[in-house]
């Protein structure tokens, strides 16, 4: 499916190496946007997370993409969408763009990213660089973050669930601190596959939570993650 339609805008994905998929809705579901002023969207792919931003704020939405066709497909994506004018795609490597000195930062920072360190490489080379590490390892996200992100600024991402002690300790080393933990469960029988991740500069102590994902509800959708994803999809 090249077109995927939400209940408030489109999106094209043809062109973006790592398609519309459960990560993506639940994260851009999941953060704290509703009061946001400034956002920034790391590795933003189709711009699924931004638009999602989009449509629960006000905020001015900043998404940076390193792999051109995707970057060139989230600016459609964008421009075809009800907030165009909040929404900015900048084509750039991350680690680069974060190290230029800027006046502005952000109130939030979200990112779906990359991290498939240990699995077997992809050889469709742009959807390799989607799904590892080489393009944006995890201290390079961290550093770029935590110097993007305002003082009193969240920053918000999907890990799997196995790497949120080892992320815990490597964000601390700069200066970001876990606040809040979602673990994300497919079945109740089953291990948590993902977690939800807060981080701040100011420690505190952390909030940890569950969420299922399916249940009894609208193809086989947990009641929850239907509450979180009912204004998007377009069979709720």
Not at 2 to 15: C, E, G, V
Not at 190 to 219: A, F, H, N, V
Not at 220 to 236: N, P
Request: aromatic residues 8%; contains cysteine.
């Amino acid at each position: 499916m090249t077109l995927f339609k939400f209940k408030q805008f489109s999106l094209r994905q043809d062109q973006s190496a790592m398609k519309i998929g459960t990560d993506g809705v639940l994260t851009g579901a999941w953060i704290p946007c509703e009061e946001t002023g400034s956002l920034l969207d790391i590795g933003t792919g189709t711009g699924l997370i931004a638009l999602m931003a989009a449509q629960r704020s006000s905020a001015k939405i900043d998404a940076v993409e390193i792999e051109e066709n995707a970057a060139r497909q989230a600016k459609e994506n964008f421009s075809n969408s009800p907030w165009h004018q909040r929404l900015h795609c900048i084509h750039q490597d991350f680690t680069l763009w974060a190290e230029t000195p800027r006046e502005h930062s952000y109130d939030l920072i979200v990112s779906n990213p990359p991290y498939f360190k240990n699995s077997l490489k992809n050889p469709d080379i742009s959807r390799a660089a989607a799904r590892h590490h080489d393009t944006l390892n995890p201290d390079s996200l961290l550093k770029g973050a935590a110097r993007l992100l305002s003082p009193q600024g969240k920053f918000c991402m999907i890990l799997p669930a196995d790497s949120l002690n080892s992320f815990r300790i490597a964000a601390s080393t700069h200066g970001l601190y876990l606040t809040r933990a979602v673990q994300v469960y497919t079945r109740p029988d089953q291990p948590p596959k993902r977690c939800l991740i807060q981080m701040e500069k100011q420690p505190k102590e952390t909030d940890y939570s569950l969420l299922l994902l399916y249940g009894d509800g609208p193809r086989g959708m947990s009641q929850e993650y239907i509450r979180l994803t009912r204004d998007f999809y377009l069979f709720l």
